[in-house]
């Protein structure tokens, strides 16, 4: 029996009696791919941010590898092992690239290093200053970042920013990688080189990944199972072809046909 | 032993000019300075006008590390002066007749210690707003705070009310301004040896976006707090160091009007710029002081008509979304790092290459560090490619050869 | 009792001063998006104006007309040249410039008439009840401030400028693409808002003859700013809320003793108060950012 990575239990919030999200339920193996879609609206970056902290759930509860991390905050839930991009992307502008990974490579048990080292530059500063930089700069490498490593994240273009984004979430060196709309405003061909990285990561860094999305295209390409969203409510779910087909699903995309 | 060399040569293969010039500059003026004030053929006004540049320095670099680092706006900055400056000096006035009257120095160092620890705490009450307050509500709470402390050390008799405290233990006006030099350069060394670390890049991680900050792991409020802690330590300090160099302490000398002098250097000094902020103090103090000089009794309003002309047309010149192709040709930023280039050059002997792959900040080619660093260890995920997914679009990873050591 | 009710209507007129003033303030903030700093400034400009025409035509309606027109003339001139060339800039360099137009403002009335303070005394009599007396001013004072609330909040909530107006403070590109001239919106609200700080330097001169000089205008206008914050920095009824509030605090803190020289630092630690228990002011709307 594969280890469950995540798994949510009747899990909702009510915004003044306006139920965003309702009994969802979703359980996540290792190594999945999972896919949460719906149409707008539907409650699907509701969930991400249910899991992740943003919001405190009203009803059920999230656990993470067995674990109740139900109402931890966002930092404590990153730590335990959930990382996430956001659906309008969100970098450290002003930074430069590497640097942006780097923050997220803080918390690693590797380079731990307190402020009075920092300040004094002890030999330990050293240590770990050098090895996350080496690090951070693999991590560029494998995503094609590394000749713009000193450049601010803000000049990056479009789909390389999208790249930094993943890049930064797998430096906090997460269990469950959370995508939010990975491939919202990027053309066809962007989008495949897409699917090329997230398939990748899932490969090679053993990721388990969660991914909302709209690009039918890109959630039939690359996931194995699927969570349809609608109006809060999980209408249904199980392998992704099933659900591609599951006629309740394509009145929910394409409206009833009478 | 081993781990002593190591570190040595760490520290030499990340060396780079550029990044120290600050540090030596200030060498080279405590150097050039000092043996003129210990000879005491200096003169009063150039003295205490290096005074004035020394802890206006302080106090503009602690304020950049809120404003331009953490990126809240202070308008209360000048209240944590005063809290050191008060604090330092009734400290200094009651240690100094116990003290042996020779010893005014260790008086001054305990003033700042002590000080630079009072405004700290207050620093740390006034962080803890800043965790629920953003922006304009935050601006005005250090700005209020400011206020509050100005008022209430007014009513305080043994701050001296509204007279403030005479100076008795003033130290030798021949050595105070390479002390505070010296404090000027210790303090930029930590500031900045604080915001090139982890902790540095999480406090500037939470300016540019404090959503994903906290989705990265960052710890938030502990940051934000240590920041105005730090600061306000150093605040403090400079509080202590501009009171000694004043007869008298009073608490009306650090109004809200001189927490926006500070702010002033921080911002034409280039948000985020320490040594701008440097640059723009020193300018700031000696065009006041000089002004000062040339327009005296009833014409001294010319000087603040000036100085807030100065003060609209450069922030409207560096900040105009109009003139942004302008200040990209001939932008400060420009014929400084042109400057900074050129002095590099005459010390260096080597040719400054314009690699746009070139290390900014740390300029050292850190795959040259000679320690050997246990990358598998610490790795313990593999990064190498998986070619049967490149399919026919180029991989993201194109450019790996597989070994993880083809950068460079 | 009689004491207490004194005390109660010169802190509601105190208050009406501090609430116009911190109407520009809120005003200015809810649709630039910007600090106007210099916005006690411009009650000094008036001020200086007032005293100028006062003595020259010694007819008070003319002055306060012309004090009127003077500071709407300075507030869309600084709007003009000083901000409006960093509209889409980040908004500390925004403060910063207006901080300049501040210094910029006092210092030519430093020049042009020194620091001292000017006397410039307009009196309207008091009237009495029995043992009660109350100056005509204060009731001037009180009457005007609850006039321009509600003459400015049926203008904005019923003509068409005003209407534009509520547009540009929710979202200025949209509003530019409905095809309203958010510029000149914005340069309306500067206006209306140096209006405003003229009266309120009319009636700060009402209650104290001595107060035209040059930094008349900073202090009210960091307690009128402290009071469009408590209120909810951006909105009008929290602007009056909290300008009625502060001048109630102000005056009866002022009244005891004890309290006396801890006013401000009252005033202020009931700001930081209020900001920590409800960090957008009374009335303040809470803005969400999206994750």
Redesign the interface.
Known sequence: MAEIILKTENLGISFGGLKAAEDVNLEIVKGDMYGLIGPNGAGKTTVFNLITGVYKPTFGKVFLCGKDITGESQMNVNKLGVARTFQNIRLFNNMSVIKNVMVGLANNPDYKCNIAQSIFRTPEFMRTEIAMREHAKKLLEVFGLLEERNQLAYNLPYGKQRKLEIARALATNPKLLLLDEPAAGMNPHETEELMETIKFVRKDFDMTILLIEHDMKLVSGICDKLTVLNFGHELCKGETKEVLNNPEVIKAYLGDEN | MN??I??FS??KARFKLKNYLTYFIFLAFILIFAPLGLTGSLKMSTEFMLEQIGYSIVAAISLSLV?GFLGE?SLGHAGFMSIGAMVGALLQNKLYPSLSASSPFLALVIAMIVGGLAAAVFGFIIG??AL??K???L???T???C??VQ??F??LPFFGGTLGIANAARYSSHKLFIVIFVVALISLV?IN??IK??????V??I???E??????????SFNKI?VFVFSSFIAGIAGVLMAASKNTVAANAFT?NYS?DI??MV?LGG??NINGSIVAATLITVLNISLNNVFTG?????K??V???V??LI??Y??????KSFREKHGFGVYWSKFTAKIVKLFSKKELKQD???????GAD??K?P?K?E?D???S??????KS???D????????DGS?K??K | MLDFLTTLINGLSLGGVYAMIALGYTMVYGIAKMLNFAHGDIIMVGGFALLIVCNATGITSVSLIVAVVVCMAVGILTEILAYRPLRGASPLAVLITAIGVSYLLRSIAQLAFGTEAKYLEINMGTIAIGSFRLSVGTLVTLLSASLVMVLLTLFINKTRTGKAMLAVSEDKDAAQLMGINSNRIIMITFAIGSALAALAGFFIILKNPFSVNNTMGAMPGIMAFTAAVIGGIGSIPGAMLGGLALGIIETFSNSVPALNPYTVAIEFALLIVILIVKPTGLIGKKKREKV
Do not use: C
């Not at chain 2, 670390?197 to 999480?202: E, L, N, P, W």
């Not at chain 2, 560096?318 to 003139?323: D, E, H, M, R, S």
């Open positions: 781990g002593f190591r570190y760490a520290v404003v706006l803890l707003p629920r307050l922006g304009d509500y601006a005005i709470v700005l209020a705070f206020q509050i008022t209430i007014e009513q930590a040896n604080f670390s982890k902790h540095g890049r999480a500037m991680a300016r540019d976006n959503i994903a900050a906290r989705a990265m792991g960052v710890n938030v240590f809200y926006i702010l002033v911002v948000m985020g009833s014409m001294a309003a010319i603040n008509i100085y807030a002309l003060l609209i922030v409207i560096t900040n105009a979304p109009g003139l746009p792959a070139k290390e900014k900040e740390f850190w795959s560090v320690t660093v990358m260890a610490i790795l995920t593999d990064l190498t490619p998986d997914y490149v399919s679009k180029p991989a993201p990873d194109g450019k790996t993880g083809g950068d």
